[in-house]
């Protein structure tokens, strides 16, 4: 499994950004599609996920209520947008894909290359 992510950016506090992780391969094999996100000096967090049958999502408390992801099954594709962005959401947003729902990143098994966010005030 490939995971492509996009769509990272400099963007003004308040502002929107709608990330996009792109799966090829032998993506019948993933269950859960996740974000993460690691800021500079700081560990890897998760952000959210999402299970690719049935579309049940989890978030991050921090998150709940300003990002929101989402799933295109025939694009092979999660979304992630993001809005009310602050200048603590600036990290590197990862994407990963594993067989499992869960917020522990060494639980996924295959990841994207990350996407920069970068919020100034």
């Known amino acids: 499994v490939q995971l492509q992510a996009y769509g990272g950016g400099l963007v003004q506090a308040g502002g929107s950004l709608r990330l996009s992780c792109a799966a090829s391969g032998r993506t019948f094999t993933i269950y859960t599609l996740g974000w993460f996100r690691q800021a500079p000096g700081k560990e890897r967090e998760f952000v959210s996920a999402?299970?690719?049958?049935?579309?049940?999502?989890h978030y991050a408390d921090s998150m709940k209520g300003r990002f929101t992801i989402s799933r295109d099954n025939a694009k092979n594709t999660v979304y992630l947008q993001m809005n009310s962005l602050q200048p603590e959401d600036t990290a590197v947003y990862y994407c990963?894909?594993?067989?499992?729902?869960?917020?522990?990143?060494?639980?996924?098994?295959?990841w994207g290359q990350g996407t920069e966010v970068t919020v100034f005030s």
């Open positions: 999402i299970i690719l049958s049935g579309g049940r999502t």
């Open positions: 990963a894909a594993g067989a499992l729902i869960t917020r522990t990143y060494d639980e996924y098994d295959y």
